[in-house]
């Protein structure tokens, strides 16, 4: 189908969703999760289908393990999603919230209410989990959405996307179109364009798919395509501390964004080699001349650094790191409190991993990805990052001139 | 100067200026007041050359009369960008503010903290007292700023420039390069292309200049190009109440981005000719078959159509509209909410001028200017538009490996 078209029903979708009740939304999301349930069947066989392409890919070495395991769903990644849905439900609805309510003069007030941003672009690697999770985070805001999932994918998203679109079609009241899915890398260069109609872009996928889309569109886009984390331990670090969270930051999950990549270490530290020797015992590679202090190793490799003093620290990683999370381990408050103030990132941590920079986590209880923009939404991003809000006024008949002539004054009296 | 130096000073300032106290800010913004209001005479003196340059490309028709009357400072105006300056000193500091305390386990407690965006590029046309208006917002709200004014106001642009930049280079930790201007059409071009160092654009002028920056560039644009504001008047307004707020929306300020463009008439409004005739007695220019339903007039030309009822209505203006400002007149109370629910604009009114729409009226103290955006700030935007937000996370040696074990359990206590 013309990706206008396809563009103009989302548009008009989410204008028809903007008011529905949470009820029905809830309602839909349940259906939905029993949906998956009742139909794992089906959505493994689709699965296998793409499992036994992925695999000659694989082989030869177009595409990496690690893209084949994300492919693969299983009993548990299943339960995971449909768990996911489930959780979404019990969130608070985001939308039609008052986030202020201002008498700006007798019978003349104005609300700020929180509502869905519009039309969502999504555009996916090959990870099939991801359409139930977007498409019931944008139903629960009252978003609409195109999805576009990795090829190597297509069958099961295909499979989970027409389960999701029998059940929203069920449904009384439900808008046509909420959930739509394109499939070619045309449709996603028209989505790049597509800025009458397309609100947001959201990618969740590697650093180039990302940097692809932030160079391509004039849309705003959401996420983030460096995780380059730091730890810096200050002079007074406590050694095991600084071992504990170092060797989590960097081993527990080495290729998340938020694991650790650089580690910088104050000059006076006094245990520096007792540090060094445990992190090596961890298994973690130790390189102290990398090759660019901004590289994402994604794996057990971990660059550090002797700094002078703690003002380096901060302008190593303000000039090196991506503004995703950094960490200073230390025992004396007043350093934390300038590291904290000081280091331009989304997350900024004092005596805790790097690891804890997840929506989950954070306790949003869903997450749309981690941002490092500096406007709209940055961090971990939960529901609230797909609403904005509009003004409402109401009056009684009242004019500006009236106001501008000095005839009559604002009050600005704040109600909420 | 080469721009990349530019932009690298002004990241590097823009981390300094983003702790700065606010009683350090506060004097110098008073400094900066009373230094514009001493050299106003040097002031006149440059705008006069402007002016003198403009007559002659005014006159050969190169430039808009109401361009020169805005290129044009008197006493009313100086007094104004001096007064504005003083205004923005007694807002609150948006930044620094908790904007969630939520303790996530105990002794492990997450911050969300207003910080400034970083660096803001402002891009204006002849309006030399935008300078003291934008460089007083961004010191307020900690940000760095990268100027570029139009041609016409070199002389004038370079005397207010001076004066700010003597006065923060005078007083004792302020950072340096916090204002900073450009002067030519590469550096635009240059900075359109600079994400690296600049945050946020902020275009204030013409529709043309908005399009052209939003065209050219990946960096979040605050503004909007089009303000295309309607008014419906339903099946049961009250025709005193009907004629007041069309005659304003439109007469007020017809050059003004809140003034109405389109009037709806339900077709059965009893008292529909009244109303039309009590218009063109206000010297309106009614056009009801205007060439494109998406036109911004900016004189005394009103658009109208016969709409069949409020469903018609609200399609009109999704449809043609530019999502800035609508408002709907009607004594019928479920009509009001439908229209303000389903108008995707920021500004949806009802019974009130569409003349409202303005960060003044809306009690901000002071305005960057008013979005359409769908993102980040929609509608007229204050200080706290020049803010996002970072988390702090403050542990006591916490690391992820435990929570993910369930060794440890999340509580997600708020303490704001």
């Not at 919230?97 to 609300?111: A, C, S, V």
């Not at 380059?228 to 998340?256: G, L, N, R, W």
Request: with cysteine; proline share 2%.
């Amino acid at each position: 189908m013309d990706f206008t078209i396809i563009a103009r029903n989302a548009k008009k979708a989410s204008l028809e969703i903007a008011n529905l009740s949470e009820e029905i939304k809830n309602d839909v999301l349940l259906k939905i999760a029993n949906a998956i349930e009742n139909e794992k069947n089906e959505i493994f066989e689709a699965n296998l289908k793409d499992l036994k392409e992925a695999k000659i890919l694989a082989d030869k070495g177009k595409i990496s393990i690690s893209a084949y395991n994300r492919l693969k769903l299983d009993e548990n990644k299943l339960r995971d999603m449909v768990q996911g849905i489930k959780d979404v439900v019990s969130l608070d609805d985001p939308v039609n919230k008052i986030l202020m309510k201002r008498e700006l003069d007798t019978d003349l007030t104005l609300y700020k209410v929180s509502c869905p941003i519009g039309v969502l672009g999504i555009i996916f690697e090959a990870r099939p989990d991801v359409i139930s999770q977007i498409s019931s985070l944008a139903i629960k805001s009252s978003n609409a959405v195109i999805l576009k999932g990795g090829k190597e994918a297509v069958n099961t998203n295909k499979k989970i996307f027409s389960i999701i679109n029998s059940v929203c079609n069920s449904v009384k009241d439900f808008p046509k179109n909420v959930i739509q899915q394109v499939f070619t890398r045309e449709d996603v260069a028209e989505m790049l364009k597509c800025d009458t109609y397309i609100n947001l872009i959201i990618p969740r996928g590697g650093k180039n798919l990302v940097k692809y889309i932030k160079a391509n569109t004039n849309i705003p886009v959401l996420g983030h395509a460096d995780g380059i984390c730091h730890i810096f331990t200050d002079e007074s670090a406590d050694i095991d501390t600084a071992i504990k969270i170092v060797t989590d930051a960097k081993m527990q999950y080495p290729s998340a964004c938020n694991s650790v990549e650089t580690l910088l270490i104050h000059k006076n530290f006094p245990k520096k080699d007792k540090l060094l020797a445990a992190l090596q015992l961890s298994e973690i590679k130790l390189v102290d001349n990398p090759e660019s202090w901004s590289n994402e190793y994604g794996d057990n490799t971990l660059a550090f650094k002797i700094v002078n003093n703690i003002d380096e620290a901060i302008e190593h990683i303000n000039t090196y790191g991506s503004g995703h999370t950094d960490c200073i381990v230390t025992k004396n408050i007043d350093n934390a409190e300038k590291f904290m103030n000081n280091v331009d990132s989304a997350g900024v941590y004092f005596n805790a991993s790097t690891r804890f920079a997840d929506g989950f986590r954070y306790g949003f209880g869903a997450e749309v990805g981690i941002s490092t923009n500096k406007t709209h939404a940055r961090g971990p991003v939960g529901l609230e990052g797909l609403t904005i809000y509009k003004y409402k006024l109401k009056g009684s008949g009242q004019i500006a001139g009236d106001y501008i002539s000095g005839q009559k004054h604002f009050h600005h009296k704040d109600l909420i």
